[in-house]
């Protein structure tokens, strides 16, 4: 089979039978521990079948984060023969949220609904375009080299625009408006009536965090990577947002900041 049939496949690799052969198969790989693995969990919605992590730490999943897909790339021979190469299995990775005030703030439904909203897009994406998954190994921002840094930039940039973009516009469709701010221990709730402003600024922090990730590791080329990633941003958003989409991703940042200096409500977490 080729890796055009990747939906397939999935679905019959993700099921609730096969649940204890996975686990197997990512404690051959040891990209989890064994603990960590023996909490995986089927789990299914709307069609959509999926193995999902629930975490109570920022181990896997980031500080300021409570939900995530996480793509492992396994071999699965011992399920599906017939596939060639590497899989990507991508696993449903939910934070609990302990602290009492985040809690009242937090949607939890809303955040699951984010990532498995992704997680459709990317097994229609790898369907369409398989070559995604040897691009996802050699190109992530995570663990390129410096010598792929503009394909890098250009295919997680892409995967802004073709997951993040539809997931926080169907999010602000379904009614969540608010936007959290994190500093120095405190956090501000601001609300955004206005669905491109909404968009905007939580595109606009993707990007700087991805920007951060690639001078985190290249410190010595900040300059370039500003560059590369302002122009494949400012290209792959034109269609969007029209020219000088960078621009308005930082007015939404700014508007944001100076809103929550003027009115936020702040709160201390330590979570």
């Not at 905007?200 to 590791?217: S, W």
């Amino acid at each position: 089979m080729e890796r055009s049939g990747y939906t397939n496949v999935y679905f019959q690799v993700v099921k609730k039978e096969n649940t204890d052969r996975i686990k197997h198969i990512l404690n051959e790989t040891g990209y989890y521990d064994e603990n960590t693995v023996e909490k995986i969990v089927y789990e299914e919605k709307d069609d959509l079948s999926y193995f999902c992590l629930n975490v109570d730490s920022a181990e896997y999943i980031g500080r300021n984060a409570h939900a995530m897909v996480d793509g492992i790339f396994v071999t699965i021979d011992s399920i599906v023969q017939h596939w060639e190469g590497l899989f990507y299995l991508p696993i449903l990775i939910i934070r609990e949220i302990n602290n009492e005030i985040l809690q009242s703030y937090l949607n939890s439904d809303m955040l699951k609904e984010h990532e498995l909203h992704h997680l459709q897009r990317i097994i229609e994406h790898i369907d369409k375009c398989p070559d995604y998954i040897e691009k996802a190994r050699k190109y992530n921002a995570g663990s390129c080299s410096y010598a792929d840094i503009e394909k890098s930039i250009e295919f997680e940039v892409n995967k802004l625009f073709i997951f993040e973009l539809p997931a926080f516009t169907s999010e602000f469709e379904k009614g969540e408006k608010n936007i959290f701010l994190r500093s120095d221990g405190l956090v501000s709730m601001i609300t955004l009536h206005d669905k491109n402003e909404y968009v905007q600024y939580n595109l606009g922090n993707y990007v700087e965090k991805l920007r951060r990730t690639y001078i985190d590791r290249f410190d010595d080329k900040r300059n370039k990577i500003n560059v590369i990633l302002d122009r494949e941003v400012n290209k792959q958003g034109e269609k969007i947002f029209g020219a000088n989409t960078m621009v308005q991703i930082a007015l939404a940042l700014l508007t944001c900041l100076v809103l929550e200096q003027k009115n936020g409500p702040h709160f201390e977490i330590d979570d």
